[in-house]
C-alpha cells in the first residue's frame, strides 16, 4: 500500500495561486487511479481531480478550468495546479488513491472514498 504525502497548502487572498504536491512512496504509475478530494468542515468530501495510470484526467465541475492535475512519473509526484482561488476552495486537501476496476472506474467520484490517502494539507482562501 503506498503512502502520499502532501505540502503546498497555505493561505492566500481571492485570485490567488497555489501549487499542491503529494510524494508517493511507491513507483506512482502503479496506482491506477490517484487524485485530490478535498474537506470542508461540515461538507461532505468533495473529490477535485483524477489521472488514472493512461493520463486520463476528471476534474469537478467546481474546478474546472481552474485547477490542473499533472504527474510526475520520474520523481512519483503528483500535482494539483490551482489558479483563481475562491473562497468556497478553503478545504483541506488529500492527495488520495484507490485501485480501479470496469466497476469502480477512476473520478471524482470514486476519489472520494479511497483505499489510502496522505495527512492532508489545508488551503484558505480569503477575500
Known amino acids: 500500500?503506498?503512502?502520499?504525502m502532501?505540502?503546498?497548502?497555505?493561505?492566500?487572498?481571492?485570485?490567488?495561486?497555489?501549487?499542491?504536491?503529494?510524494?508517493?512512496?511507491?513507483?506512482?504509475?502503479?496506482?491506477?487511479?490517484?487524485?485530490?478530494?478535498?474537506?470542508?468542515?461540515?461538507?461532505?468530501p468533495e473529490g477535485v481531480a483524477t489521472i488514472d495510470g493512461r493520463g486520463r484526467k476528471t476534474y469537478a465541475d467546481s474546478v474546472k478550468g481552474r485547477f490542473t492535475?499533472?504527474?510526475?512519473?520520474?520523481?512519483?509526484?503528483?500535482?494539483?495546479?490551482?489558479?483563481?482561488?475562491?473562497?468556497e476552495d478553503t478545504a483541506m486537501y488529500y492527495c488520495a488513491g484507490h485501485r480501479a476496476s470496469t466497476s469502480v472506474g477512476c473520478g471524482v467520484q470514486s476519489i472520494r472514498t479511497p483505499e489510502y490517502r496522505g495527512q492532508g494539507t489545508q488551503v484558505t482562501v480569503s477575500s
Open 1 to 4: 500500500q503506498a503512502q502520499l
Open 6 to 44: 502532501e505540502s503546498g497548502g497555505d493561505s492566500v487572498q481571492a485570485g490567488g495561486s497555489l501549487r499542491l504536491s503529494c510524494t508517493a512512496s511507491i513507483y506512482i504509475l502503479s496506482i491506477e487511479c490517484i487524485g485530490w478530494f478535498r474537506l470542508a468542515p461540515g461538507k461532505e
Open 69 to 87: 492535475i499533472s504527474r510526475n512519473n520520474a520523481n512519483n509526484t503528483l500535482h494539483l495546479q490551482m489558479k483563481a482561488l475562491q473562497t
